[in-house]
């Protein structure tokens, strides 16, 4: 379905990011992969993949904490590969503290990471999805975009700033063949997911698998955790022709988390 397309995922050397870029090579698409982790490992990665799917894989090592390495991310990708026609947002980043423990830096680097990357990433992108006719911009934001939960202000604030980001997009692309969307992924068993698991299990001296339940239990009715195939395909299917008329909404795939 995807084959001369070209998608950027931001974030995809591990978890949901990873989990989208499989699903969307698997329908043809030329990926652009992004994020950090060991640089064997990740060329590896990029290889393994171009050589399943029988795609085009390129891998930029931008950090989306920095403006100007998102903007080069875009121009990189649409030199590699030709063009720049799905954009992912998905890179992001946990720290959790109350407000008054909450360092600033923390703060400061979670907005730049989970936010403001998608903002740069979409201004250096648009112009050539316009011109084109055709692009699908999908943000990674989270049950968090929705909900709140306490001890995460930088990222439930990024989170539902992202959903606010989506709509803005969504309408200034309206009369276009650009369209907008997020995800809001409840628990999917992530390294990001991993480390809380791993918190608190040592904060309260009870085994990792006993803290994998409460987790789940305290804000996923299913108790069973997403799947990053789950979520991957999602993003295809904002990817489809049938997505076309679905502008600036928020998806929730979260085993119930946001109908409680
Ligand atoms: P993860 O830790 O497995 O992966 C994060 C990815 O982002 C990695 O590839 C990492 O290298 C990359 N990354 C981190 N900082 C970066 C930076 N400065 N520049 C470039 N890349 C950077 O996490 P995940 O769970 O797969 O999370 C992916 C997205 O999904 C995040 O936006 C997260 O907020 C969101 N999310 C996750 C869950 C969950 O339960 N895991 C739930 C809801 C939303």
Redesign the pocket.
């Known amino acids: 379905m995807l084959q001369g397309k070209t998608a950027i995922v931001?974030?995809?050397?591990?978890?949901?990011?990873?989990g989208i870029a499989r699903c969307l090579a698997r329908e043809g698409a030329a990926i652009m992969l992004?994020?950090?982790?060991d640089a064997k490992a990740i060329e590896q990665l990029r290889k393994d993949l171009a050589a399943e799917f029988k795609i085009k894989v390129g891998y930029s090592a931008?950090?989306?904490?920095k403006a100007a390495d998102v903007a080069k991310m875009v121009a990189d990708a649409t030199r590699d590969l030709g063009t720049v026609d799905i954009l992912v947002n998905?890179?992001?980043?946990?720290f959790t503290a109350s407000v008054q423990d909450f360092p600033a830096e923390k703060w400061e680097q979670i907005l730049s990471?989970?936010l403001s990357?998608a903002f740069y990433a979409a201004k250096a992108a648009l112009p050539q999805m316009l011109s084109r006719n055709w692009g699908r911009i999908i943000n990674?934001?989270?049950?968090?975009g929705l909900v709140a939960s306490e001890h995460k202000s930088a990222?439930v604030a990024a989170?539902h700033g992202l959903l606010g980001l989506t709509k803005v997009i969504a309408l200034e692309t309206a009369k276009t063949g650009v369209t907008c969307n997020a995800i809001?992924?409840?628990?999917?068993?992530?390294?990001?997911?991993q480390k809380q698991i791993d918190d608190r299990a040592a904060a309260e001296k009870i085994p990792v698998a006993k803290a994998k339940q409460e987790l789940l239990a305290e804000k996923q009715p299913s108790l069973e955790f997403?799947t990053?195939e789950q979520l991957g395909g999602l993003a295809v299917f904002l990817c489809s022709e049938a997505a076309a008329q679905m502008r600036g909404v928020a998806l929730p795939m979260d085993g119930g988390w946001t109908s409680q």
């Open positions: 931001t974030g995809s050397t591990s978890g949901i990011g990873l992004n994020g950090f982790g931008a950090d989306m904490s998905n890179a992001g980043i946990q990471i989970n990357a990674i934001a989270s049950a968090h990222y989170k809001c992924p409840g628990w999917v068993l992530t390294p990001l997911v997403v990053t």
